[in-house]
């Protein structure tokens, strides 16, 4: 049963502390996708991959928010530094732009910055 | 720009019967794709139902069914037999069918399924 993982699954961090969150999209998928929900904005993309090379990171604060694709099996999501602000629950999803186009969302991250 | 609206934030529903949740979407786009998802008390994003703006027939997953109509640029989902187990906020989702594989979302609707 092919699925997207996500660690960690909670974290809790002080403000002004790095967080990394990574993920590990479905084996074979080409596009990897980073959202942020929050009760506030609920659903927002925050940036975007196909075929490891990033298209679309125009919903990420630049300042403090950075994602890289290591390599096809890792996705990672940095916040340096973090701030309260950031608290929310950051989903992982990837999909296959030759297949049916549908995203698989992983479990999420929830992350409190204190 | 695209445009998601789910105008309902909250409804319940009995038991085994049937109930009925709204979407409609605004886009200039004539190829698209339309999406719902559930999430769960447990978070996890649950692909529930998906739908071609180019097929006129509409989808069907067991229960779950939709009414689109891309005309008037509405897209429901129709839930038969209501389970306890189908409690969760459901999202509707936009795609633009122009291969840039964005998501757009609406804010949700939170259905409880009442014993």
């Known amino acids: 049963d092919a699925r997207v993982t996500q660690t960690p699954r909670h974290k809790v961090t002080e403000m002004g502390q790095e967080v990394t969150m990574r993920c590990q999209p479905i084996l074979g998928h080409n596009t990897v996708f980073w959202y942020r929900q929050t009760m506030m904005q609920g659903l927002e993309l925050l940036a975007y991959?196909?075929?490891?090379?990033?298209?679309?990171d125009s919903g990420m604060p630049k300042d403090r928010f950075s994602a890289e694709m290591p390599d096809a099996t890792l996705a990672t999501l940095k916040i340096q530094p973090s701030e309260p602000r950031d608290s929310a629950v950051y989903f992982c999803?990837?999909?296959?732009?030759?297949?049916?186009?549908?995203?698989?969302f992983g479990p999420g991250t929830r992350l409190t910055v204190l | 720009a695209q445009t998601v609206t789910q105008s309902q934030p909250e409804m319940s529903v009995q038991e085994a019967e049937t109930v009925t949740l709204s979407c409609t979407y605004d886009?200039?786009?004539?190829?698209?794709?339309l999406f719902w998802y559930k999430q769960p008390p447990s978070r996890q994003m649950i692909l529930v139902i998906r739908?071609?703006?180019?097929?006129?027939q509409n989808a069907t997953e067991n229960r779950f069914s939709v009414n689109f109509q891309k005309a008037a640029k509405s897209f429901s989902l129709k839930i038969s037999d209501s389970q306890l187990g189908d409690t969760a906020m459901y999202f509707c989702?936009?795609?633009?069918?122009?291969?840039?594989?964005?998501?757009?979302f609406g804010t949700g609707t939170r259905l409880k399924v009442l014993a």
């Open positions: 739908q071609e703006a180019y097929k006129q």
């Open positions: 886009t200039s786009e004539n190829n698209y794709y």
């Open positions: 991959f196909r075929n490891r090379a990033p298209l679309d």
């Open positions: 999803a990837s999909g296959l732009t030759t297949g049916t186009d549908t995203q698989y």
């Open positions: 989702a936009f795609m633009r069918g122009s291969g840039t594989y964005k998501y757009i």
